[in-house]
């Protein structure tokens, strides 16, 4: 299905797109179904004077942009509540349950390429799931470790929070965050994913990839949005960039693949024939410590990386979306697929006022 391009205007030089469009690509399968909102909602003040033409291209020579008190103490408070709650109320499944097998396998992906059962993870895509802590839980028993509370077990929750009405949802279909999504070049912006990232004390970290790894799009349009709930340092994790690599290729991509026998889906990672581009000196990152309410926005290609925390009396909070633009082709092969039925959550066209500098 060919999408309407009328009123489409260039780029201004200096400031591409995400990739060189050529024409509209089909869609998959439906899946941007009904990205086309009525109505336009009004860019809060506050974004608008951090929209600056000055600081587009900013994002587009380093490869992200730093939005400085993007979201209210209000708003965080409300997001840090609610997951507290949550995670209150969560239990792990019944040992002996297939659903223990699902979630004893998705505590280590990267190790999970063969014959497992990955069905808790592909099942995350479009509710809220929670993923522990490599050490929090005894296999054998199928229980959190004596000592480990839920608090400190529960690693992140994901992939679909955005999807239930309410802070998290709002948030991600805010025109604030709409509005940053236009002002990068995205002329039809969805939500493809969201997550909320606990990293309790002294939590690991997480290894260094591209979004676009997990998240790819023809053309690649993948952006992410992290939203600092807590002061970050490097003592407790902060997140790390390398400026500039979002000039790199994708090296990696994490694909469905048919099981044994054709049975069921496993997901493997399968480097891409110019991997050996990637630096591998960790003195190349750039550590962000940012504050409680600031909004990192990173081009989909940006590598960055969170170091293990040392701080033993210290989380580093965190609610993640991932924005895809539904003019491009979402992959058949990326891990997150939704249920048949379901779409990606589409963002209104916000109403940028006319001083707005773009």
């Keep these: 299905m060919a999408l309407p391009r009328s009123g489409r205007q260039p780029p201004r030089s200096g400031r591409p797109p995400f990739c060189a469009w050529a024409a509209a690509v089909p869609l998959l ?7 086309s909102p009525a109505g336009a909602s009004s860019v809060p003040p506050g974004v608008q004077e951090q929209l600056t033409e000055q600081r587009i291209a900013q994002f587009w020579r380093q490869g ?15 997001m840090r509540t609610t997951m507290a709650k949550m995670i209150d109320t969560w239990e792990l499944p019944a040992e002996g349950s297939p659903a223990m097998a699902a979630f004893r396998a998705s505590l280590s992906l990267r190790s999970a390429d063969g014959d497992v059962d ?37 690693r992140k929750v994901a992939h679909g929070l955005h999807r239930s009405p309410g802070p998290f949802q709002d948030f991600s279909t805010s025109p604030k965050v709409a509005a940053v999504a236009a002002a990068l070049g995205h002329r039809k912006p ?33 952006l992410g ?57 960790d003195e190349d990152f750039t550590a962000l410590e940012v504050s409680s309410g600031d909004l990192l926005v990173m081009h989909g290609s940006l590598e960055h990386v969170s170091f293990a ?21 979402w992959s058949p092969e990326n891990w997150l697929q939704y249920p048949p039925g379901l779409s990606f959550t589409p963002l209104a066209p916000p109403a940028l006022s006319t001083s707005m500098e773009l």
Excluded at 125 to 149: H, M, N, Q, Y
């Design 225 to 281: 949005m992290w939203l600092a709930l807590e002061d970050t340092t490097e003592t407790n994790g902060c997140l790390r960039i390398r400026e500039g690599s979002h000039r790199e290729p994708i090296r990696e991509r994490l694909l469905r693949r048919p099981g044994a026998e054709g049975k069921g889906v496993r997901l493997v990672w399968e480097k891409q024939s110019n991997a050996s581009q990637a630096s591998s000196n």
């Design 29 to 35: 399968c439906g899946i941007f179904a009904g990205c």
């Design 64 to 78: 992200y942009l730093w939005l400085r008190g993007f979201a209210s103490q209000d708003e965080v408070a409300v």
């Design 309 to 329: 925390s040392t701080a033993p009396d210290k989380s580093r909070e965190s609610f993640q979306i991932h924005i895809v633009d539904a003019e491009a082709r």
């Design 190 to 222: 969805a939500v493809a994913q969201s997550l909320y990232r606990v990293v309790p004390p002294l939590a690991a970290g997480v290894d260094r990839h591209q979004d676009s790894t997990m998240l790819y799009t023809e053309p690649p349009t993948c």
């Design 118 to 154: 990955h069905s808790f993870f592909l099942d995350s895509a479009s509710k809220a799931s929670v993923f522990v802590e490599p050490g929090a839980v005894d296999i054998e028993t199928g229980t959190l470790r004596p000592g480990v509370s839920k608090r400190l077990a529960v």
